[in-house]
């Protein structure tokens, strides 16, 4: 996964949507990215999209689906419409193992020019393959944009990707090359530790 030098419009598969907002810090997330950042109709009301929402104590107390339309009523995400004409493209991607929702995004992104939001490894790998093109990012880079952008203490960064693996199940890949930060994030080194890689 390159670092994400030339920031695209992006639209997010459903892996994305609910770490993003299982951090709580969706909103400021979004508006910290210098592009559009949307989200399939169909991902959006068709896949499940849960993040579990009880106290801090037992977050697995209970589970609630998860609401965009206040981002989109805010203008900070944007719905894209899935055409008939991304039906093709979306058949042809999932001969190559894709899922639905994966597709579904792909599909679109590439129709209207956009990259593609995505954690999973082997799904970007594909995609990279088939679609060499589109650009393509993932949770953890879009959470260092945040951070770097924005100067969020790194208190404060730690605190949305904790949220994020507790509420949303997120789980960065061994592969990934701000898995050193992630973890140093996770293992509290940030007390001490300044926050230097930078993704522009």
């Known amino acids: 996964m390159p ?45 499940i999209l849960d993040v579990w929402d009880g106290p801090d104590e037992n977050v697995r107390q209970h589970k609630s689906t998860v609401n965009l339309l206040s981002f989109i009523a ?28 994966e597709c579904a995004t792909m599909a679109v992104a590439y129709r209207l020019g956009w990259g593609l939001g995505i954690d999973n490894v082997s799904a970007w790998r594909r995609i990279a393959a088939l679609l060499p093109q589109v650009s393509l990012a993932s949770t953890s880079q879009l959470l260092k944009h945040w951070a770097d952008t924005q100067h969020i203490t790194l208190k404060d960064v730690c605190t949305a990707l904790q949220s994020m693996r507790r509420r949303g199940g997120y789980r960065f890949q061994k592969h990934d090359p701000l898995g050193d930060w992630l973890q140093q994030l996770l293992d509290g080194s940030h007390k001490t530790t300044p926050n230097k890689q930078n993704l522009g």
């Open 74 to 101: 805010a203008g900070v995400l944007v719905e894209a419409p899935f055409e008939n004409i991304d039906v093709k493209m979306v058949l042809n991607l999932a001969a190559h193992g894709l899922n639905n929702g």
């Open 3 to 47: 670092d994400l030098l030339s920031p695209a419009p992006l639209l997010l598969d459903a892996s994305c949507v609910i770490s993003l907002y299982a951090s709580s810090q969706m909103e400021p997330i979004l508006r910290a990215y210098p592009a559009q950042i949307g989200v399939v109709d169909v991902v959006r009301t068709g896949e």
